[in-house]
Protein backbone atom coordinates (compact mmCIF):
# COMPACT_ATOMS: atom_id res chain seq x y z
CA UNK A 1 0.00 0.00 0.00
CA UNK A 2 1.61 3.15 -1.12
CA UNK A 3 2.44 6.22 1.18
CA UNK A 4 -0.13 9.19 -0.20
CA UNK A 5 -1.18 12.02 1.44
CA UNK A 6 -4.45 10.90 1.71
CA UNK A 7 -3.27 7.93 3.00
CA UNK A 8 -1.90 9.10 5.80
CA UNK A 9 -4.94 11.78 6.93
CA UNK A 10 -7.09 9.08 6.60
CA UNK A 11 -5.28 6.82 8.96
CA UNK A 12 -4.55 9.41 10.93
CA UNK A 13 -7.98 10.35 11.50
CA UNK A 14 -8.72 6.58 12.03
CA UNK A 15 -5.70 6.71 15.00
CA UNK A 16 -6.90 9.92 16.72
CA UNK A 17 -10.37 8.71 16.53
CA UNK A 18 -9.12 5.66 18.24
CA UNK A 19 -7.45 8.08 20.92
CA UNK A 20 -10.50 9.74 21.78
CA UNK A 21 -12.80 6.40 21.64
CA UNK A 22 -10.11 4.10 23.86
CA UNK A 23 -10.09 6.23 26.25
CA UNK A 24 -13.79 6.41 26.75
CA UNK A 25 -14.55 2.90 26.94
CA UNK A 26 -11.83 2.28 29.74
CA UNK A 27 -13.32 5.04 31.68
CA UNK A 28 -16.87 3.81 31.07
CA UNK A 29 -16.22 0.45 32.35
CA UNK A 30 -14.30 1.65 35.69
CA UNK A 31 -10.76 1.10 34.46
CA UNK A 32 -8.31 4.05 34.95
CA UNK A 33 -6.36 6.08 32.10
CA UNK A 34 -3.53 6.15 34.54
CA UNK A 35 -2.91 2.59 34.95
CA UNK A 36 -4.03 1.38 31.54
CA UNK A 37 -2.58 3.95 29.31
CA UNK A 38 -5.35 3.73 27.13
CA UNK A 39 -4.56 6.32 24.76
CA UNK A 40 -1.19 5.36 24.30
CA UNK A 41 -2.81 2.10 22.44
CA UNK A 42 -3.51 4.07 19.21
CA UNK A 43 -0.70 6.29 19.15
CA UNK A 44 1.82 3.29 19.21
CA UNK A 45 0.10 1.04 16.77
CA UNK A 46 -0.60 3.82 14.59
CA UNK A 47 3.65 5.15 14.28
CA UNK A 48 4.08 1.65 13.08
CA UNK A 49 1.33 2.47 10.04
CA UNK A 50 2.40 6.02 9.10
CA UNK A 51 4.88 8.34 8.35
CA UNK A 52 7.07 10.38 11.19
CA UNK A 53 5.44 13.44 10.50
CA UNK A 54 1.89 11.81 10.76
CA UNK A 55 2.53 9.55 13.34
CA UNK A 56 3.67 12.83 15.39
CA UNK A 57 1.08 14.84 15.06
CA UNK A 58 -1.26 11.78 15.88
CA UNK A 59 0.50 11.64 19.01
CA UNK A 60 0.39 15.74 19.77
CA UNK A 61 -3.28 16.09 18.64
CA UNK A 62 -5.02 12.91 20.57
CA UNK A 63 -4.29 14.22 23.93
CA UNK A 64 -5.20 17.71 22.90
CA UNK A 65 -8.57 16.94 20.96
CA UNK A 66 -9.65 14.64 23.74
CA UNK A 67 -9.05 16.92 26.84
CA UNK A 68 -11.28 19.27 24.36
CA UNK A 69 -13.79 17.17 23.49
CA UNK A 70 -14.39 14.91 26.60
CA UNK A 71 -12.22 16.52 29.67
CA UNK A 72 -9.83 13.55 29.37
CA UNK A 73 -6.44 14.62 29.98
CA UNK A 74 -7.08 18.09 32.04
CA UNK A 75 -5.79 20.13 29.80
CA UNK A 76 -3.47 21.78 32.48
CA UNK A 77 -1.20 20.03 32.99
CA UNK A 78 -1.36 16.63 32.13
CA UNK A 79 -2.91 17.21 28.02
CA UNK A 80 0.25 19.33 27.49
CA UNK A 81 2.50 17.08 29.30
CA UNK A 82 1.01 13.84 27.50
CA UNK A 83 1.11 15.67 23.82
CA UNK A 84 4.62 16.02 23.95
CA UNK A 85 4.99 12.46 25.84
CA UNK A 86 2.76 10.73 22.73
CA UNK A 87 4.20 12.74 19.84
CA UNK A 88 7.73 11.19 21.14
CA UNK A 89 6.14 7.87 21.23
CA UNK A 90 4.73 8.11 17.81
CA UNK A 91 7.71 9.94 15.79
CA UNK A 92 9.98 7.58 17.55
CA UNK A 93 7.89 4.41 16.86
CA UNK A 94 7.93 5.41 13.26
CA UNK A 95 11.55 5.94 12.52
CA UNK A 96 12.72 2.77 14.68
CA UNK A 97 9.62 0.85 12.42
CA UNK A 98 11.61 2.66 8.75
CA UNK A 99 14.93 1.07 10.08
CA UNK A 100 13.15 -2.56 10.47
CA UNK A 101 13.29 -2.98 14.06
CA UNK A 102 12.48 -5.54 16.40
CA UNK A 103 8.54 -4.65 17.91
CA UNK A 104 9.44 -4.72 21.37
CA UNK A 105 12.49 -3.24 21.41
CA UNK A 106 11.19 0.21 19.25
CA UNK A 107 8.12 0.00 22.03
CA UNK A 108 10.26 0.32 24.96
CA UNK A 109 12.62 2.49 22.91
CA UNK A 110 9.49 4.90 22.30
CA UNK A 111 8.13 4.53 25.86
CA UNK A 112 11.42 4.99 27.08
CA UNK A 113 12.01 8.51 24.92
CA UNK A 114 8.39 9.38 25.48
CA UNK A 115 8.64 9.13 29.41
CA UNK A 116 11.88 11.28 29.50
CA UNK A 117 10.39 13.95 27.18
CA UNK A 118 7.49 13.88 29.56
CA UNK A 119 9.62 14.86 32.75
CA UNK A 120 11.17 17.09 30.49
CA UNK A 121 7.79 18.97 29.81
CA UNK A 122 6.95 18.85 33.75
CA UNK A 123 10.24 20.51 34.50
CA UNK A 124 9.46 23.35 31.68
CA UNK A 125 5.92 23.63 33.28
CA UNK A 126 7.08 23.70 36.97
CA UNK A 127 10.33 26.26 36.63
CA UNK A 128 8.53 28.25 33.82
CA UNK A 129 5.11 28.51 33.83
CA UNK A 130 4.50 28.07 37.61
CA UNK A 131 2.41 25.47 38.00
CA UNK A 132 2.65 23.39 41.36
CA UNK A 133 3.44 19.82 40.22
CA UNK A 134 5.30 16.52 41.73
CA UNK A 135 8.89 16.57 40.52
CA UNK A 136 9.88 15.50 37.28
CA UNK A 137 11.94 12.79 38.75
CA UNK A 138 9.46 12.18 41.46
CA UNK A 139 6.54 11.80 38.26
CA UNK A 140 8.38 9.57 36.03
CA UNK A 141 8.89 7.36 38.74
CA UNK A 142 5.00 7.87 39.27
CA UNK A 143 3.88 7.51 35.96
CA UNK A 144 6.16 4.13 35.80
CA UNK A 145 5.04 2.49 38.36
CA UNK A 146 1.25 3.16 38.23
CA UNK A 147 1.47 2.53 34.34
CA UNK A 148 2.89 -0.90 34.52
CA UNK A 149 -0.39 -3.01 33.90
CA UNK A 150 -0.58 -0.71 30.15
CA UNK A 151 2.83 -0.89 29.36
CA UNK A 152 2.61 -4.59 29.87
CA UNK A 153 -0.58 -4.81 28.24
CA UNK A 154 1.20 -2.60 25.15
CA UNK A 155 4.28 -4.88 25.09
CA UNK A 156 2.21 -7.97 24.57
CA UNK A 157 -1.23 -6.65 22.66
CA UNK A 158 0.43 -4.64 20.22
CA UNK A 159 3.60 -6.71 18.84
CA UNK A 160 0.46 -9.99 18.32
CA UNK A 161 -2.03 -7.21 16.87
CA UNK A 162 0.79 -5.95 14.43
CA UNK A 163 1.45 -9.58 13.03
CA UNK A 164 -2.00 -10.31 12.42
CA UNK A 165 -2.91 -6.75 10.75
CA UNK A 166 0.37 -7.73 8.69
CA UNK A 167 -0.66 -11.28 7.72
CA UNK A 168 -3.68 -9.90 6.74
CA UNK A 169 -2.61 -6.66 4.90
CA UNK A 170 0.75 -7.50 4.09
CA UNK A 171 1.50 -3.54 2.03
CA UNK A 172 -0.40 -1.79 5.70
CA UNK A 173 2.97 -2.08 8.03
CA UNK A 174 6.26 -2.03 6.25
CA UNK A 175 9.69 -4.07 6.83
CA UNK A 176 9.86 -7.47 8.69
CA UNK A 177 9.65 -6.27 11.97
CA UNK A 178 9.49 -9.04 14.24
Keep these: MKKTKSREIVLSGLFIALGLLVPMVFHAIGATGPVF ?30 SVLTGM ?34 LLSAMILGRISAGIMVAILVSFVGIRFAPPVTFLIGAVTTGIPGIMIQLIFIPILLVAVKKAVPDLIPGKNR
Excluded at 59 to 65: E, I, Q
Design 73 to 106: PVLMPMAFIMMVELGIYGLVVSLLKEKDVNYIIT
Design 37 to 66: LPMHLPVLIGGFILSPIYAFMVGVLTPLLS
